[in-house]
């Protein structure tokens, strides 16, 4: 019975979590796109305008769950 349950759980986690997924890239799209992020950090969020500002693209999740 511990094993129909586990398993149940799992299979359900992992049908929510690309949704849930889903649902940050386009928040984070939108919000991208609302403060004209582009016009700073570049068009791929890879070369930023200035030296000061942090290059976005490929940081680990760790550096967003601190902001």
Known sequence: MKLIA???FVMATAAIVPVAHAADLQAGKATWERLNCAS????????ATDPSYP????????????R
Not at 55 to 66: E, F, P, S, V
């Open 6 to 8: 586990t398993t149940f």
């Open 40 to 47: 700073c950090h570049g068009a791929e969020a890879a070369k």
């Open 55 to 66: 290059i976005l693209a490929g940081q680990k999740a760790d550096y967003w769950n601190t």
